[in-house]
């Protein structure tokens, strides 16, 4: 099998119009588009190879090496045949002159004129069909590249707008989460048990310091006492307390935008303040009594 040298493979795929530059070439096999090996003698440089060049040709310019083997044959065949032709009909004209017929040599000359000029006619006109065949190839080129770059360049568009849809979908995602963990949350809003409760007033109980009465001793009736107006049997807030996205409390009248926890700390308050004020009025009487 023939071997090149990266100056003889370029030389090729000049007469293939594929480039003209020994640049190029190097390029392709370092990337490994075009198949070679390192010369023991690193000066003799890369060995390619008669096939693997042949591939990277027919992958460049497909069909083109058929053709240029088709028209090599015929134009190296055509002047085979032509020599041939041109052989037996010299022999024919020695033979005539030889039988003294000079008329009939002369024709055959002219016929022999006529025949070559036809031939070389063909071949012109086989050569710029050829040249038209390279012509649309190189067209063919261009508009492959120009649809391979904007091909690169959808697969690059493509990958931006995916990327962007499956952020998208993450933040979706988790808005959709956050959503339903609001609804849990509005939901656990709507429920309480007892015992949260009596934590709450414990918490409110806290915030008096008092001598004339000992409201620790009192966490359970006002729990009894409370906890009824605002949660069901099934520790759950009655209709009545919700008003569209707010709360109004039933001991003050007053309403609370999603806090349920402050409109509860308000109403035990309130009943406390009462207790105490209750507690205050029954100690004036007996001081007065005395």
Same mark, same amino acid.
Request: proline share 1%.
């Given at each position: 099998?023939? &071997?090149?040298?990266v100056?003889?493979?370029?030389?090729i795929? $000049?007469?293939?119009?594929?480039?003209?530059?020994?640049?190029?070439?190097?390029?392709?096999?370092?990337?490994?588009k075009?198949?070679?090996?390192?010369?023991?003698?690193r000066?003799?440089?890369w060995?390619i190879?008669h096939?693997?060049?042949?591939?990277?040709?027919?992958?460049?310019?497909p069909?083109?090496?058929? &053709?240029?083997?088709?028209?090599?044959w015929? &134009?190296?065949?055509?002047?085979s045949?032509?020599?041939?032709?041109?052989?037996?009909?010299?022999?024919? *004209?020695?033979?005539?002159? &030889?039988?003294g017929?000079?008329?009939h040599?002369?024709?055959?000359?002219?016929?022999?004129?006529?025949?070559?000029?036809?031939?070389?006619? $063909?071949?012109?006109n086989?050569?710029?069909?050829?040249n038209l065949v390279y012509?649309?190839?190189?067209?063919?080129?261009?508009?492959? $590249?120009?649809?391979?770059?904007?091909n690169?360049?959808?697969?690059?568009l493509?990958e931006?707008i995916?990327?962007?849809?499956?952020?998208l979908?993450k933040?979706?995602?988790?808005?959709?989460?956050?959503?339903t963990l609001?609804?849990?949350?509005?939901k *656990?809003?709507?429920?309480?048990?007892?015992?949260?409760?009596?934590t709450?007033?414990?918490?409110?109980?806290?915030e008096?310091?008092?001598?004339?009465?000992? *409201?620790?001793?009192?966490?359970?009736? *006002?729990?009894n006492?409370?906890?009824?107006?605002?949660?069901?049997?099934?520790?759950?807030?009655?209709?009545?307390?919700?008003d569209?996205?707010?709360?109004?409390?039933?001991?003050?009248?007053?309403?609370?935008?999603?806090?349920?926890?402050?409109?509860?700390?308000?109403a035990?308050r309130?009943k406390?303040? $009462?207790?105490l004020?209750s507690?205050?009025?029954?100690?004036l009487?007996?001081?007065?009594?005395?």
């Open positions: 099998m023939e &071997v090149y040298n100056h003889q493979a370029l030389k795929l $000049q007469e293939y119009y594929i480039t003209d530059s020994i640049q190029m070439v190097t390029r392709w096999i370092r990337e490994g075009i198949k070679a090996e390192r010369s023991a003698n000066k003799e440089g060995r190879y096939d693997d060049l042949f591939e990277f040709i027919e992958e460049q310019r069909g083109l090496p058929e &053709v240029m083997g088709v028209y090599e015929y &134009v190296e065949n055509s002047f045949m032509l020599a041939n032709d041109h052989r037996e009909k010299h022999n024919k *004209l020695d033979s005539e002159e &030889v039988k017929d000079s008329t040599s002369e024709e055959l000359i002219k016929q022999l004129m006529e025949e070559k000029k036809q031939l070389e006619n $063909q071949l012109i086989m050569q710029d069909e050829l012509e649309q190839i190189t067209e063919l080129t261009v508009k492959i $590249q120009k649809l391979e770059e904007e690169a360049f959808l697969i690059g493509y931006q995916d990327e962007m849809y499956q952020e979908e933040k979706n995602q988790q808005e959709s989460s956050n959503e609001k609804t849990m949350e509005c *656990l809003k709507k429920e309480m048990s007892v015992e949260d409760f009596k709450i007033v414990r918490e409110v109980i806290n008096y310091k008092s001598e004339t009465v000992n *409201l620790i001793q009192q966490e359970n009736e *006002l729990t006492e409370i906890y009824p107006l605002f949660f069901n049997e099934n520790e759950e807030l009655r209709n009545e307390i919700i569209d996205e707010e709360y109004r409390c039933p001991l003050t009248k007053k309403k609370y935008k999603k806090s349920l926890r402050s409109m509860l700390k308000n035990i309130t406390l303040e $009462q207790v004020n507690v205050d009025e029954t100690v009487a007996n001081d007065s009594s005395r």
